[in-house]
Structures are given as C-alpha cells and as structure tokens.
C-alpha cells in the first residue's frame, strides 16, 4: 500500500516576495504541520536552492526545486483569449518543476534568466519614482529610496509588492499615532480614506497596490513587453534548467468563473499537450474541492503530472498544509493521492530516476532515513 504523505509543491520565499520572513520560517511551518514534501517556486530566481535544501535536510523533508515566469503567447493574445492571468489575454503563467540541483543553467538560456530580471525590476523602479512624484505632490514628507527598498526587502529580484510593502514601513515610521497614519494615507490616495484596519498588514498593502499601483493609480506603469518571453522561450529556459515545464491553472474562481482557455477542459488539455506541456498544477485556496477534484483527476486521467501549492506570495500569512477554498480542514483523500502521485514524478524527474515508484522511494528515504 502506498504510504502517502502531504505535499505543498509551490512555495515563494523572500527570494521573489513572499508571506515568509526566511526560508527557515517557511520550511519549519511545513514541518509543525506535517507536510513532507516542499517545493520553493520563486519567480525568475533559482537563488534559494541552497538554502531550501539545507533547510529541508535540517528537517527530514524532501525538497522540490522549481520557479515561476510570466510569459506571452502571441497566438492567445491574438485571439483575444484569456489563459491563466483572467486580466490579460495572451499572458500566461508558467512553472518549471524538478529543476537540477545544483543549478545548471547558462550560455543563451542563463542571460535570457538574467535580462527578464532585469526588464522586471527596471518596471518596478520606474513605478517608484512615479511613486514618488505623487507623494512630492500630496506633501506626504517621505520618499521612497528605491536603493534602500532593494536592499532591505529583497534579495535582488524587486516586485511591485515590495514597494507596497515600502510604503506602508515609511508610513509607520514617520506617523506617532494611527490618527496620523489614517491621514497621511487619506493624502496619499488623493482624499480617500483607508478602508483596511491599520493592524492588518496584508490588507494596507494590498490596498495600496490597488489605489496606487495598479491600472488607474498614480503610480502605476504599464508593463514593458520585454518583461515577458514568449511562452516557447520560457518552455526552453525550463529544460534548460533541467526541469519540466508546467501549466498553473487556474480553475474557478470565487464567482464559480473560468477563463477562455481552461473552460472546456478537454480542449485545453489537448492545447497544452500540443504545446509540449505535460505538466500542471493547482493552488488549491482557489478552488472547491468539487471542481478541484474534478479538474485534477481529469488530467490526471489525461496523463499529466499533476501537483498543488499555496504560494504564499502575498503578505498573508497562511498554513503551509494546503485546503480548498470550501474545506479549510484540508484536502479530500482523493486530493492527497493526486498530489503525492505528481511529487512522485517531480521527484523521479529531479533525480533522474526511471518512475514514479522509484520517485517516491527517493521521498520516502529522505523524509524517513536523513
């Protein structure tokens, strides 16, 4: 009988932006929660790798070593269609899952890494100097010191979350009382008042994004298309990496929606394995268990691996051990084998072994024998 055990195969660390202080935090609360196997999954970065891996040794956990892009399929965009970001047509998250270890990426594939990173955080600084225009022109008091921000919150790679984040630490330190705080936010977003409660860290900064840095703020800026390789390129950088590209679904949404692509179910299968992609996940506190269980045991059928994460890329702190949107309790069984099945073929992959059997013996001895 297989053993089976809990996976969270998507995980952000302060590596991209992340709920997480350190990765010691996000892997000691894997742990606490009696998930096994754990999968970092930082955008454009491969930078954690060591850290996750002695992390996860320190534990007796079994690591999964993936990232994440934001890509661009010209023949989506063309047609109008929605794919996994519902706001865009034509942008398409990708993950890659099994990465080597240590990493083995260069030539053409490592600098192609190297320019999206570039291309992302330039997006990012011209928003804070935008940022800081508006703040010169509501008389906030602060600035935003772009060099500062990078230093102190990232470790290299800049998301507009970050600034957010920034904002909110500039207006905790130069505000003496909430009083001040409410005011200096209500200037801030032009005669607004702040709608979230001050303690309520997530919710602040995601109100600033949304006020500010989004489509309409004052400080937003559209994207650069160079930020965003088309999806080929990204499938290439992935294999390059060693690991297998990955298709992030989506699936219902709050409203019980679906995008264009992942609507017929079958149709988008037979896209994506056209495409090259045999792989998918899911983050699971977006969906039901109903339509969870049906989405992923459909591929599953269909022949892809399939795994699920959390993300933990917003300042939300949540458990590490994953649940569906309408069963905090956790995954059904049928969830659990699912997962496990794919972090079995993950696992086989990263470690160039022949099966999913011997990838869950790979597991199983890590978790049980380290």
């Known amino acids: 009988m297989i053993k089976i055990v809990d996976v969270n195969a998507h995980l952000h660390t302060p590596y991209s932006f992340s709920a997480f202080k ?16 754990v999968g970092i999954n930082d955008f454009y970065s491969m930078d954690g790798y060591r850290e996750w891996d002695e992390e996860c040794s320190k534990r007796r956990l079994y690591p999964l070593f993936n990232i994440e892009f934001i890509s661009l399929n010209a023949e989506d965009q063309k047609a109008g269609l929605r794919v996994n970001d519902p706001n865009n047509p034509g942008r398409t998250y990708l993950s890659g899952k099994g990465l080597a270890y240590p990493v083995k990426l260069s030539g053409k594939e490592a600098r192609m890494l190297s320019d999206v990173r570039r291309e992302s955080n330039a997006q990012v600084e011209k928003m804070c100097a935008k940022l800081n225009d508006h703040l010169d022109e509501v008389k906030a008091g602060f600035r935003i010191d772009f060099r500062k921000l990078t230093e102190e919150l990232t470790k290299g790679l800049v998301r507009e979350r970050h600034l957010a984040k920034g904002l909110r630490l500039e207006v905790d330190s130069v505000a003496k009382t909430d009083a001040d705080k409410l005011g200096i936010y209500e200037r801030i977003f032009s005669g607004n008042p702040l709608k979230a409660p001050l303690n309520d860290v997530a919710a602040v900064e995601n109100e600033i994004r949304s006020k500010l840095l989004k489509a309409g703020g004052a400080a937003f800026v559209p994207e650069d298309p160079k930020a965003f390789l088309p999806m080929e390129t990204v499938q ?34 037979d896209t994506l394995r056209r495409r090259g992609i045999r792989s998918v996940e899911f983050i699971t506190t977006r969906n039901t268990t109903a339509v969870l269980e049906q989405y992923a045991g459909f591929l599953t059928d269909e022949g892809f691996i399939v795994t699920f994460g959390s993300e933990h890329n917003t300042p939300a702190m949540e458990p590490v051990k994953l649940r569906t949107r309408d069963h905090a309790e956790g995954l059904s069984e049928r969830l659990r084998e699912i997962n496990f099945h794919g972090a079995c073929c993950v696992a086989a992959h990263q470690e160039g072994l022949a099966s999913a059997e011997e990838g869950e013996e790979a597991i199983l001895k890590r978790i049980e024998n380290s």
Not at 22 to 35: F, L, R, T
Not at 241 to 259: C, H, M, Q, S, V
């Open 236 to 269: 290439e950088i992935i294999t390059a990496a060693g690991g297998i590209p990955t298709y992030p679904f989506l699936a219902d949404n709050a409203k019980g929606e679906f995008t264009d692509f992942e609507a017929d179910l079958q149709k988008a299968a």
């Open 22 to 37: 350190d990765i010691g935090q996000a892997v000691g609360m894997a742990a606490s929660e009696g998930v096994k196997v």
